[in-house]
């Protein structure tokens, strides 16, 4: 079964605004981390964060962990065509080596 | 530096006949991974492997078979193809101690078994 959920499963919105998109997952883990992939493409690594960590930033992305909640929410600041793909949120349970990927959400960005 | 690199890109099965998909990665990663991605479904993990002559199952591991005799390359393969493995396959690598590492992507097969 799947561990990550992401929501909302589409989203469309205009270049310039933000973009947020959420997981949830279902065991402990000892991180979280979110990918891109664009069409046709492999995936590509975002951002990570620990469980010991509340919020990350890279540029114009903003991560948020939220354990108690098993929860997690990416947020894609003043989006450009180019962020038009898939992103999905990957967890590691705690113990394990195995990453468990969401289903994803499609993002696209109107120019 | 090829990063992580698979072949082929696109394959045509019939129902029952075999082939491998071969993964092959040129940084020195201990940890691999084959995935398969179907629509909706996201990447489910079919096998891993945490180090060269070591393989273990994934969460969909039925009717596939891998090996990792070297420690760059892991191979992925299907005895007897079946509709139902129609999919696009992804390696990745990572490096050890995966909880804690991103893991870097092939750039996929896409496999119709007819």
């Known amino acids: 079964s799947q561990q990550g959920e992401e929501d909302p499963q589409a989203l469309s919105i205009q270049e310039g605004e933000n973009a947020t998109m959420n997981c949830s997952y279902k065991?402990?883990?000892?991180?979280l981390q979110w990918y891109r992939q664009n069409s046709g493409r492999g995936l590509v690594h975002l951002i990570l964060?620990?469980?010991?960590?509340r919020e990350k930033h890279s540029g114009r992305l903003r991560v948020t962990l939220d354990t108690s909640k098993k929860s997690s929410s990416l947020l894609i600041t003043a989006s450009r065509a180019a962020d038009t793909a898939s992103y999905f949120c990957?967890?590691?349970?705690?113990?394990?080596?195995?990453?468990?990927f969401g289903t994803g959400t499609r993002l696209k960005v109107l120019a | 530096n090829a990063g992580v690199t698979q072949t082929p890109k696109f394959r045509v099965l019939k129902t029952g006949q075999s082939m491998t998909l071969l993964c092959a990665q040129d940084?020195?990663?201990?940890?691999m991974y084959w995935y398969r991605q179907d629509p909706g479904m996201g990447l489910r993990l079919i096998h891993y492997?945490?180090?060269?002559?070591?393989?273990a199952k994934g969460e969909v591991p039925d009717g596939y078979n891998v090996s990792r005799l070297k420690k760059q390359n892991f191979l992925l393969g299907l005895e007897s193809a079946a509709p139902s493995q129609t999919s696009v396959y992804f390696c990745?690598?990572?490096?050890?101690?995966?909880?804690?590492?991103?893991?870097?992507f092939g750039p996929g097969t896409r496999l119709t078994v007819t």
């Open positions: 940084m020195n990663h201990e940890y």
């Open positions: 964060i620990r469980s010991n960590e």
């Open positions: 492997s945490v180090g060269e002559g070591t393989t």
């Open positions: 990957a967890t590691v349970p705690s113990g394990t080596y195995k990453y468990i």
């Open positions: 990745a690598s990572s490096w050890i101690l995966a909880a804690w590492n991103e893991q870097y």
């Open positions: 065991t402990s883990i000892n991180n």
